[in-house]
């Protein structure tokens, strides 16, 4: 059983940063070299993948939309990951949720589905 959750969201004003964080926690073993995942649903939309980063080295992989905005890290001593999301737009509004699976992070990996998800932190971004 994974156990992860989301925190970080809010109301921001166009322009603006925010930092989302996920934690994550498994029953009897370490998720050290599982990969960590950030998804976005817009309202009405369909969940996207935005961006993943691997347990073992730090490799990561960004879609279009977010690449050269936002950045993910993790600390594997905190079983977290963070989203750093910069200069912000009101196409950024949405549920962010983060997942987690047994993945070499990669442009293929991203996209596929992923077992273990948060329960999701809001995000909106006010123009």
């Known amino acids: 059983q994974v156990h992860i959750v989301e925190s970080g969201g809010g109301l921001v004003q166009s322009g603006e940063s925010l930092r989302l964080s996920c934690v994550a926690a498994?029953?009897?073993?370490?998720?050290?070299?599982?990969?960590m995942a950030w998804f976005r649903q817009a309202p009405g939309q369909e969940r996207e993948a935005l961006s993943c980063?691997?347990?073992?080295?730090?490799?990561?992989a960004y879609s279009d939309s977010i690449k050269g905005r936002f950045t993910i890290s993790r600390d594997n001593a905190k079983n977290t990951a963070y989203l750093q999301m910069n200069n912000l737009k009101p196409e950024d509004t949405g549920d962010y949720y983060c997942?987690?699976?047994?993945?070499?992070?990669?442009?293929?990996?991203?996209?596929?589905?992923?077992?273990?998800w948060g329960q999701g932190t809001q995000v909106t971004v006010s123009s």
């Open positions: 980063i691997s347990g073992s080295d730090g490799s990561a």
């Open positions: 498994a029953s009897g073993y370490s998720l050290d070299r599982y990969a």
């Open positions: 997942a987690v699976d047994n993945y070499y992070c990669s442009d293929v990996t991203l996209f596929r589905d992923w077992s273990y």
